[in-house]
């Protein structure tokens, strides 16, 4: 069992910034892919970034990459998520996920409860 909670989110005006923690408890961290997911309402749930076991690739949805920065720090057991240029379509309930195989909404083995991001224009 892998527990994660995150943490960071919060209120923010456009073109500001932010940064999203997760910290995970449990079983071992460093085996496991870790993704940001996002849900804004009335929409699904989608994927945003994700970082190999190893830190050594990451991937970013197309609305995101340049923007967002995804790394981990597996002797902290914690993954970060920095958010530069924000825009209010960035406003969702993130998400930590934890994957053995590639994270996507369908393979996600652990789920954090979430964190809400509201950027106002």
């Known amino acids: 069992q892998v527990q994660l909670v995150e943490s960071g989110g919060g209120l923010v005006q456009a073109g500001g910034s932010l940064r999203l923690s997760c910290a995970a408890s449990g079983r071992i961290f460093v085996n496991y892919n870790m993704g940001w997911f996002r849900q804004a309402p009335g929409k699904e749930r989608e994927f945003v970034a994700h970082?190999?076991?190893?830190?050594?690739?990451?991937y970013y949805a197309d609305s995101v990459k340049g923007r967002f920065t995804i790394s981990r720090d597996n002797a902290k057991n914690t993954v970060y998520l920095e958010m530069n240029s924000l825009k209010p379509v960035d406003t969702a309930v993130y998400y930590c996920?934890?994957?053995?195989?590639?994270?996507?909404?369908?393979?996600?083995?652990?789920w954090g409860q979430g964190t809400q991001v509201t950027v106002s224009s």
């Open positions: 970082i190999t076991w190893t830190g050594g690739s990451t």
């Open positions: 996920a934890a994957a053995r195989s590639i994270p996507t909404v369908n393979s996600i083995d652990y």
